[in-house]
């Protein structure tokens, strides 16, 4: 139990020595002029907030100047015009201070909707080109906790986390910094002090929340994982009453991730306080300094007060990058789980050799191949298979003998360890990917159906299938009556993986979804696993008309179902055994002989 109970590795180990910010900017190149706008907004915004300390000193210094204050150097002399002149600057300043604001939060926040929305597409649109072996090795869960979660953390931080670093950083301590040198320069050394421990502390401080928060975005996406597995299989929990087992993994999952936030809690919650304790020290230091200065009338009493509200505007705000760092750091163990996914290199890459549907014979060739999963025994050993045009071939044998695995193979879900397969005498990795599936139909085993109504399945693939195509082929695969017996008909929702309807109707949409693609090249795999007797004779009927004028390729268990093939292939372990019609393998009386015995009950 206790491998069992182990985990799943969410994400691939390959790791990037690029920082994930640069990273980031890289991917976001075509944003760079909304950037660049959304970036101008934010520092003008902060230049209008820093207005108020300046218009403070100046009513102080009209007070106490009168004729010789700042603007009545200007010709104003009138005390009262210049608190008018005053208030008309100060009413001009707070108008373009919310234009401004508005401006870049606009900005910043489409921004961010941009990006989000962008990435989460290129992501998929990644993963869908990826080999099936890299699902195989990965869940599904840690697979959408990065295609939501993770991109919407970077949502979060480009929402707010972008503007605070950038006001901060460029316009606090650029410009208040200049003040203070240029009102105060004896004072603002002293001032300062504090500024780099604070900086150097914060930089320092978040490095060691990384790995806290890489962990934390490994956690979720276990914890995503267990949920969506455990939710798809909710009938099996139900079945084996095993409710409280998945609540007591659920629960160690959960704790996991709650622990390792804790951890990350811990940390990230003593800096703000850390913090306050050099702004204190620098604001002590320009209340007794400053105040020294202007009592021995080296700085005026307005400028003292100026300073006295700049500095409070310079230090408060670094306490607040304590949360934006955090922002950017989750933001940032977000960003290499995703771009390792976009740097994942796509295995099976398409050819450039076109192969037009209407043009494609159906002449498959199998040459040598050899094929072996990752660190495991070759499943298909020098196999070499001729199939003709518009011949009907079925391959039997046990299970794992890997007849399926030659499906795979012939749609480049996996690419062959050695040898060639070829579609009408053209190496299938030199042919146009999305031709060379487009030209075969597959029903599997496995049916799966999407959630949308019964029309919408049928026509999956070939979405502009009219409604007389979809009933057409609906009546060929035996599914009509019972699809008019839905309580909708054909626009009936059939649920998440088509969960409203049996096994039997589920594999005979799925047979009317392959007729209406109307491949040259057909593949029954098991095809009629999940139907009853009375199904499967139906279909059986059908045959005939179903793989007429294509080739067809049938992999069976029930032997019943492919007795009239052209010939019939046994496999065993990965190797062609047997070769012939129904009637040449029973006169050999070897393995398909026997498997005959077994399933008709002929002795």
Not at 89 to 103: A, N, R
Not at 146 to 153: C, G, K, R, T, Y
Not at 238 to 260: I, P, V
Request: include cysteine; hydrophobic fraction near 45%.
């Amino acid at each position: 139990m206790a491998i069992i109970s182990k985990s799943p590795q969410v994400l691939n180990s390959r790791s990037n020595s690029t920082h994930p910010f640069l990273r980031l900017l890289n991917y976001g190149q075509q944003y760079r002029q909304q950037v660049f706008q959304a970036t101008a907004f934010s520092i003008l915004n902060k230049i209008f907030d820093l207005a108020p300390p300046w218009l403070i000193g100046t009513a102080v210094d009209i007070l106490v100047q009168q004729q010789d204050s700042i603007i009545g150097r200007f010709g104003v002399k009138d005390v009262f015009w210049q608190f008018v002149l005053l208030s008309g600057v100060t009413i001009l300043i707070w108008m373009l201070e919310s234009l401004s604001e508005y401006g870049f939060d606009r900005l910043w926040r489409n921004l961010a909707q941009n990006i989000q929305h962008n990435l989460r597409l290129d992501a998929y649109r990644h993963l869908q080109e990826l080999e099936s072996a890299y699902f195989e090795e990965r869940s599904t869960g840690g697979l959408l906790s990065i295609l939501s979660d993770d991109i919407n953390q970077l949502d979060d931080f480009l929402n707010v986390g972008a503007n605070d670093i950038i006001q901060v950083a460029v316009t606090l301590v650029v410009f208040i910094g200049g003040a203070f040198f240029i009102l105060a320069p004896s004072v603002a050394v002293m001032t300062m002090l504090p500024i780099p421990f604070i900086i150097w502390g914060s930089l320092n401080y978040q490095n060691r929340l990384t790995s806290r928060y890489e962990d934390v975005r490994e956690k979720v996406g276990l914890l995503n994982s267990l949920l969506a597995n455990n939710i798809s299989g909710i009938n099996t929990i139900k079945s084996f009453a095993a409710e409280e087992y998945e609540n007591g993994r659920l629960r160690r999952e959960s704790e996991a991730y709650r622990q390792s936030n804790t951890k990350a809690i811990k940390l990230s919650a003593a800096f703000v306080p850390l913090i306050r304790m050099l702004i204190l020290a620098g604001f002590s230091l320009l209340l007794v300094l400053g105040g020294m200065a202007a009592y021995y009338g080296q700085i005026s009493i307005g400028s003292y007060s100026v300073l006295l509200v700049l500095i409070q505007n310079m230090l408060w705000p670094l306490a607040s990058l304590g949360g934006t760092f955090d922002l950017y750091q989750q933001a940032m163990a977000s960003t290499n789980r995703i771009m390792n996914l976009l740097d994942t290199p796509i295995k099976i890459n398409t050819g450039d050799v076109p192969l037009p549907i209407e043009q494609v014979r159906g002449e498959i060739s199998f040459q040598k191949v050899t094929f072996a999963y990752p660190d495991r025994e070759p499943i298909i050993k020098n196999l070499s298979l001729n199939i003709p045009t518009g011949g009907t071939i079925a391959i039997v044998g046990s299970t794992g003998s890997g007849k399926s695995t030659l499906v795979k193979l012939l749609l480049r879900f996996y690419e062959l360890s050695s040898g060639i397969i070829t579609v009408d005498g053209i190496d299938i990795q030199k042919l146009n990917l999305r031709e060379l599936r487009r030209s075969i139909g597959l029903v599997s085993q496995d049916v799966f159906l999407f959630h949308g109504s019964v029309a919408e399945n049928i026509a999956y693939g070939t979405f502009d299938a009219s409604d007389e195509a979809i009933i057409k082929a609906a009546k060929v695969a035996e599914a009509h009556d019972f699809i008019m017996g839905l309580p909708d008909g054909y626009e009936t929702i059939v649920g998440e993986r088509g969960q409203k309807l049996s096994g039997g109707q589920r594999q005979r949409i799925a047979i009317a979804r392959a007729i209406v693609k109307n491949p040259p090249i057909l593949i029954l795999d098991e095809a009629t696993s999940a139907v009853d007797n009375e199904t499967e004779a139906a279909i059986q009927r059908s045959l005939e008309r179903i793989t007429a004028n294509r080739t067809t390729i049938a992999i069976a268990h029930r032997l019943s179902t492919i007795r009239n093939a052209d010939c019939i292939y046994v496999m065993e372990d990965g190797e062609l055994v047997e070769s012939g019609t129904h009637e040449d393998l029973l006169d050999k009386n070897e393995i398909y002989a026997g498997l005959w015995r077994v399933q008709s009950g002929v002795r």
